[in-house]
């Protein structure tokens, strides 16, 4: 139960002390600041062992190409490691047909003039798979703190607005509430498939040229939920 102090206003105002619920909303359009690669390695045999012996060689040389791109790939990461016997689907026993596995890797990268050149080099490498680029924000990006900045201006403009639309002035901000703040794939990449660039590499002779990729505008959203008192209205 919620009590008021002698002389406070109530939450919900008075006729001398009436209050204005507004909404602040902030869009803005900045270029990204990242873009994530998704990197399968696979490798299949009838034997065990040399199955994962190819899976390690292809994994080690696709981390190899990677690292060598130094500080313009900001982070590198394994995100599942998978071997998967194929059993044999004729016959009643469980006799193995061939072996299976695939390991996942996510690269960030910072530097977009590398990304076209360590994109197509990962796809010609053997039985890689490259999806993306998933491009983003950093979760402290300025971009963010701007569209918040902007969302609580706009709530006081509005506020304003009313206010003198009723012959009355702001008095003071009672609530502020950050009702929604988000970027348009600042957040987990999406399945494969999803209309992004895909290249499955199987080896070749001669080095696949550089592809030209246009980084993606980011759209980050701002909304924040503003209560203010204002004077008397002149009604």
Known sequence: ?????????????????????????????????????????????????????????????????????????????????????QLNEKGRHERIRSYRGHVHLTATVADFTVLGELTTRLA?????????????????????????????QDAVQRAREYAGALGAQLVALLELADSDAESGYGGAMPAPGG?????AGYGGAATAPALDLEPQRQTVHAHVNARLSITRPML
């Open 1 to 85: 139960m919620t009590t008021t102090q002698p002389g406070q206003p109530l939450s919900y105002g008075t006729p001398d002390s009436p209050h204005i619920a507004v909404r602040g909303e902030a869009r803005l359009e900045v270029d990204p600041e990242i873009a994530r690669l998704g990197v399968t390695i696979s490798a299949r045999g009838t034997d065990r062992r040399k199955a994962l012996d190819d899976l390690t060689r292809r994994n080690n040389q696709v981390l190899d190409l990677i690292k060598s791109h130094g500080e313009a790939v900001e982070k590198l990461e394994t995100g599942a490691f998978t071997i998967t016997p």
């Open 124 to 152: 010609d490498l053997e039985l890689t798979r490259v999806d993306g680029p998933w491009w983003g924000l950093r979760p402290d990006s300025a971009a963010h703190r701007d569209a918040r900045r902007q969302a609580v």
């Open 195 to 199: 209309g992004m660039m895909r290249a």
